[in-house]
């Protein structure tokens, strides 16, 4: 665009204002077909249903809700799909995911994909003989990695109230028993990886691993902001850490995984609530290496005064565990190309004076206290700020029972 | 593929047969926008069915005839919809195709799409005040070039089925009345249109017109063969001289108006044939340049004894009305590069003896009733074969009423 | 183009004639490369000259004559660089092309490059220790497939003349011995292929081998005549049996092998010799599945009266020795589609009876003296034409030493 | 490239090390036709040398300043061919240069390509009698926006030295004389320009203006350093106001004019300075747009240690001279969206923090002295480091003749 063009003015009436197009059409799903999902769904031994991040551009919230409590079926969220149903409703079985992919016979698969973000539903991170209902906009979908189930092209919304309609319709009400035995070793499950995640987050130790980090960032952040998270680890433990209350709240790389999207989602979360939701807040949350590939972008935060809370954890980028004699030693040896991984980032970066530097309020934080405080103040305030956070190089997710890639015939 | 793939044999435990795709799934509409669908048709004062090539893939022509039969709309096939609604039905209005598209104030689309074969839905050539029901498996189709009516996303048949079901579920029956100004307009229309086609098809005059030509072709060829037909007058004239009473016997360029179609088309039908309809026969009505683009693949109709019957509609190519003694002076003068278009073929070109150079046979024809006996004894025998059909190179098609590619904004 | 473009017509003074693009510049070497090109050329033992398209291109041939005339060098052109040095030359050595290539110690590249067209130089078809002297008017060529000898970038006529000019400043006049142990080695080697060769052709059973069938033509065409030369086997053997004495009188599939250009490479020949050389004649050799690529554009020769003659070898298409009686056999058997090789074409095709559709003259020739009489007429005659000559469909080319895309490290 | 490739090692003995291309060959042109250059330069009334970045490449150096200086012919380079002929020679007319384009007859162009950068060679801004003599390695480039004149194809280095040993082949030893009319037009226009250029950079006016701070660093930075220069009018100006005396020492963004170079280029230039010239120091001056595109990047200076001094030019972003009441006047107004331009950045970002963050040093300038003092510390310094050098966000270049993209015929 030439600058003439971005400098120039118009008259209102001389603006050509385009007809928006008609609102998407609205399909659903045939009887046959929906009654076929339901008698699959109340035959399940160990059903699941799996709530994607389609399910909340749907808007479908409500009628999901109503077919969750309903039934009492423990529901998965995707990591975008976080909040349709709360985080911290008792169906909700995020803590036993790995179990609950690996064993449900019966998934009911709600405007989410099964590409790598689940595995493609291929063993053994899924069980062989699991049967999934399909319920997606893009009738393309179905099928894909997943030739047995019951497809249900259409709207999720629409869909789902099809599937709650045919429920009601049934002379025995169904209702997924809390004492069966899927809800008790999905119970159980959980209870193990909460008591794991609880130690891992009461370790004080300087420098802080992420779930330490992450307990405070949880404890502090009001229930309803905008929260932003990207990164490598500080991402997938993000997913886990950061409880989401209501539907769309949520922005991290989602399918592609891509980094560096951080500040530029944060912007974007910041303009709509400056409009829509003034009462909000944005909060990021980003690992350091994923703020280095457009952290310069917080100069437009910082023009247009948006009150977006950045909190970087710094591990010294994709260090592999390096810590900092080893880059003195390399300092002093003048072979720092040789000894330093490419990935690794210069150690101790202060990056809140980057903020400093376009007059926004900058915080360091290498205690769960220092954390604290600087998420009360900067939380107080409408300044923009970056909180960075020092990270143990060293510290990992807790153990996994799977290689995230994991596929079977790779 | 290298020549000892093609040529390999492999055993048949050795191969790795993939599971076949599900079922597509289907998909419908909202009982709300049908009933609202159905609303605008029983107030319309003008209606018209338009039946798309997606209502034949649809395999929905039952339900189709059932709604048309019910409500004696006025039915209007594009040219690969003919057969679904059979040509010969009292229904089918293709005779008046400019005036019902013009004058109908309520358009019901089935399977069919909005580009330049529907003129865009645009003035001149539709009305501005038409509504337009739009009946279609993709719903990125909805609203294109139409932005009022309502949008039926989802399987032809299956939201015809709700169509139907909503009207008999209505107190008081609707049928569209044979005495409604609309349907006299109508009629009044096919019955010139009918006459003006009839005087040239009588006309016997050598070299033959269009008309003339294809009234033969159309008397002879059985009720259940399968046409192909491509060119560019061949085909638009053969998509209304040819009558399809079945659904799916036509095939012809469609939408993007390619040529040089026609004998691949013809051989993967004949194979089909082979397969499932043994007693079809395959006929194929081409254009002498369209047939130049892939003239040479009769002979792997030869090889594999394919009963394929070609029909050339000779007029020396496009030529612009040039005769022969123009090409005679030209060649005398030695400037045929000059005076003759390139587009032009050298005149008389005896096509017929091509598939006898492949073993087949090859006829000649002039006259009508060289034509006739031609087409008898092609017809009769399961050789593959070439008729030669002299036509006049100045003929037409009968004069339109709007350039073919006219809309209003270009 | 639209049909009022191609048919319209403008004054000449309304045309905007571009100015041409001036003549190419031309880049020659530096004296230091030519020197040590030509002490390389000198204390070679086993040199060999081999002649490219570029050279043709370049219209080098006066030079390159000299060259080699004043030097005794054997040469080898490649098949688009035949005729540079007249193929009668005694120094043309191509009928010990493999043994040249193989043993040759320090090779002169004109205008030819090193892909699969000269085995990309490597083992076992070239020497490993071979030094190649690049001369070739694009830079990047240089080192491709070959790291060691000398690059002379430059317009191949000017350095060439480089070359003379250095050759003949030298106190001792250069001459390669006619007496040398390489030029006793390629003769004995040229005398024991020229027998092979002479043995096929005297070969007189039906249907004809591809060398008897050559050699008919060979000696029935004028010397100075445009040869267009494709197919598989019958491009091959062409290549060796239909000499060229002129520069720029053989067009073949070249570095691509693409199938399909004979007729147009003939239409293009026909109306250059129409312009600039009316009294040669253009005589296409094709295969007779290369012909059914565009066989159909015959109707472009016949309409301007193009006087090309087109020999068809026809062995059935890619038929792997397939005989009558195994068609024979499958049609009755109705399993044509699984016995039949799918490259083979249908047998005994009447490919002559194509041109008499088309107001040409068609032969069909089994025996030698059937070709030699219809070569007889065609020739004399200017009408455009077809010989349909029946070629065994088990003929091959004469045993090869090397398969034909032999590559070492493949 | 997964990390485990990144972060893994090999034995040497296992690395398969690829050979090195051969040298590049080298061409060169005929000697007729450097016949015909060298007569055009003799009868040349206002000739012109133009040395571009491929002389640079081709380390052309040496045989060029024997050419000019032995004719002492005038002599003006691109931006990337800077330092081939030493800026600070009495040959060098950069001063001049829109009045030596715009009225030279005989242009010998070295390794230059005639494209906007030196605006198409077309009127007005090059007399449309010019003839220019193209010196460049790729023959396509040949007549390219220039018809007439010389083409000499090949090494720029050979050419050159081909033309020098035709000049001194001939009787009459060619020199240009200084009492010329063409020397004395261009001495006065160089005279005004350098006037005018003067009193702009003794403005000591806060915030500076471009001329003044542009002097400052003129007169600071060692002479063999490598120039680093990018922005908009940061750059342009730079290109005047930063003289290279050495080849090869400036990178700026050349031919396509990319934004964002400007840190990578740096980071480049370090690491060879590094391994071979250990004793020059990389100075880059940029302009605040510019390095906002890639500014994070100076975290790879800062891991390496590499002694790179940073220039900002900050004049508030691409501001079109809005100053600090507009923002703080937007601000209370809660319009910033609407009243700043969206190309303009924060006013008084502090940049030198950001090097701060990663322990690097910064300084702030707002007068000359400030600058000087900054400029001095930060040399003798071997820490990475930022000046931010405030610039009046109204100032712009000089005057100029033309728009920087005139062409007669856009």
Redesign the interface.
Known sequence: MT?DL??GQVEDNNVNFL?I??P???????PE?VEAAVDLIIKAERPLVVVGKGAAYAQAEDVINQLVEMTQLPVLPTPMGKGVVPDDSPLCISAARSKALQEADVILLLGARLNWMLHFAAPPRFSSKVKIIQVD?C?EE??NNS?SGV????DVG?VVSQIVKNIKSRSVQFKFSADSLWWSLLRKKIEANVQNVQAMSNDNSVPLNYYAAFSEVQRAIPKDCIIVNEGSNTMDIGRTMLPNIFPRHRLDAGTFGTMGVGVGFAIAAAIYCRDHWPNKRVVSVQGDSAF?????EI?TI????LPVVIIIFNNNG?S?GIKEDTWENA?KAGD??IT???????P???????I????GKGYFAKTKEELRKSLQSALKDQTPSIINVMIDPGAQRKTQEFFWLTKSNL
């Open positions: 600058g971005i400098g007809a197009s008609p998407s059409p609205v399909s659903m799903s045939c077909k906009i009738p179905m099928g030739a497809a249900l092209p259409g629409v280095g590939f457009s952290g310069m100069e910082a023009r247009y005064h994709i592999y300092k720092l190309f330093v991984p490419p990935t690794s980032l210069q101790n970066t202060r990056y809140e004076k980057l400093e530097a376009f007059g």
